[in-house]
């Protein structure tokens, strides 16, 4: 299997796998946060203003992490320096 | 496709280079500074002002009350830079209503520029308000072991926002223009609706994260003291 092949074939399953198994864990994640959020809103109404911004502040760090795999994952895809370079051999 | 706005290129003399990003961002802060001229040309102290003013003054008020509650003393004193953040980031987000329009947060060197003005604004602020001795000496809280921990972890939550918001609006602009290839009709519009709330959120996010660090970092004189 030549480079060309290689690389790309890497690349694809590599995105694919990236963005899959990157979103299960804060997908869980902000579920047990909004769930405890939605206890503790039950037990204090009073102090729902802040439960709600720290929640979503939470939710935002949480989320980052999906963000991290989507951005990896697209690098592989649009932005890919190896297959740039191996690209731009073959062309020579 | 492309990745992020740095792409395409407007205008080329030698190696300056005027891609999209830059003129959008000037674009937008000719916006906001000539508006805010405009509207406090002449500010008046009656009790019924004009609609742009009492606009203007909610805006402040709020975000000086949010800082506040965060737990920064003086909020005055930081509502400039900290105002600044979230009104930018919210307008670039908020203009993807326009058609044809890229959001310059939707590119790494906005966001990048941004968390370093956060990474130099947190210890400028902490110095101002405890002195150099004593922020200096909070890196070594709890015990100096911590030190190299704590200087990475400077560095990586600048990283962090300023991946967290590239990742979010350049990843709502790329869905969108796949789906516009592929079912073009209602659902395109739902994920701008989507990608509305979510640049909104993360402006407020980008926005309370800079104040949480700047208000970690005041803090090291009352925790010095005692």
Known sequence: ????TLIAMASIITAGLTIAIGGIAPALGEGRAVSTALSSL?????????????????????ESIAIYCFVVSMILIFANP??????????K | MHLSSDALILWQHGFVKLNVTIVTTWVLMLVMVVGAKLVTRNLEHRVDISRWQSLLEVVVVTIRNQIGEVGLQHPEKYLGFLGTLFLFIALSNFCTIFPGYEP???SLSTTAAL??????AVPLFGIAESGLGIFLRSYTKPTFI???????SELSRTLALAIRLFGNIMSGAMILAILLTITPFIFPIVMTMLGLLTGMVQAYIFA???????????RAREEASD
Request: charged share 5%; hydrophobic share 60%; aromatic share 10%.
């Open chain 1, 1 to 4: 299997m030549d480079s060309i």
């Open chain 1, 42 to 62: 039950a037990q204090q109404p009073d102090a729902s203003t802040t439960i709600t911004r720290t929640l979503f502040v939470g939710l935002a760090m949480i």
């Open chain 1, 82 to 91: 190896f297959w740039d370079h191996v690209i731009a051999q073959v062309a």
């Open chain 2, 104 to 106: 310059p947060t939707g």
């Open chain 2, 115 to 120: 968390a370093l003005s956060v990474f130099v």
């Open chain 2, 146 to 152: 911590m030190l190299p921990f704590n200087i990475i």
């Open chain 2, 208 to 218: 309370i994260l800079a104040t949480v660090y700047i208000a970690a970092a005041t």
